[in-house]
């Protein structure tokens, strides 16, 4: 019998979409956790939206569960 364990610092590599994902036309990237030199705390990874829109991906929708 083989038990594992798992042990993780700091933040996910992304969540729920993956890397980068395309809702109402526009690209969004994840943003990887990392220390913030003037506040000295945490800022955790997050997506922001990248590029122009792109008419071909207007009906992509992604929604939280």
Avoid at 6 to 33: F, K, M, N, Q, S
Avoid at 52 to 58: L, P, T
């Amino acid at each position: 019998m083989a038990i594992r364990f798992y042990v993780e610092a700091g933040d996910r590599p992304y969540y729920t979409y993956g890397p980068r994902y395309w809702h109402e036309g526009y690209e969004w990237l994840w943003i990887p956790g990392h220390w913030s030199r003037y506040h000295h705390v945490w800022i955790h990874g997050h997506y922001v939206r990248h590029g122009v829109f792109h008419r071909q991906h207007f009906r992509d929708h992604y929604y939280r569960y």
